[in-house]
C-alpha cells in the first residue's frame, strides 16, 4: 500500500474544510470528521482520534500537525 505524501493529505484536509465552507482557523478531521477551531497561535486543538492538530488564528499562520 503506497502512503500519500504530506501534501497530498493537507491538501485532502483542506478540500474537505472548504466542503463544509469552514473559517480559515478551522479545519476538519480526515479520520473522526471533528472540527477544530484555533482562536490564536497559542490554541493548540487536537481532535478526538489524535490524527490532526492545528494552531493558529487564521490562514496567514495556521500550523496544521498530522500524526501517522
Known sequence: ?????????INELNELSKSYNLKENQRICTKCKDILTSENNYDLKKCSCGYLSIDGENESYLRILISE
Open 1 to 9: 500500500m503506497k502512503m500519500k505524501s504530506f501534501e497530498n493529505k
